[in-house]
């Protein structure tokens, strides 16, 4: 069940919660560009704000934030400059971060600024849901 969405035109993210409890997923679709990073467009909630990790009420405090990359065809640098801020912030809260699911022209930039070394990537959602670990698949 979705309960925050980010919709820019042809990008959006939906937050959802994952099968084990602390588990956030963020699916990602449509491409990732500057446009989508710094959007001026009218909306009820900013992409900072899905992005966000902080529990709604009654639910566990997150553990896992799994990115879904499964329908974004594209990302630029702006993109990937917000994933990577993001996977700071859930550093600093002590949530793990796992990319899942990426499409070959994002793996490939992933791949070419060699953040696929630094943020772990799961080729499946299941494999990133049952990796507690964080470590890459």
Known sequence: MAWQTWNSGPFSIERRLGKAPGTVILAFRGPFTTRDAYSSMPTTMSLQQVLELEPQPGEDPPVLNILDLS????????????????MVHCKKKGIKMIAACMTPRVREVFRLTKIDCVVPIATTMEIAEGNQTGSSQ
């Open 71 to 86: 329908g974004c065809p594209f990302m630029d640098s702006s993109g990937l400059g917000i994933i990577v801020s993001h």
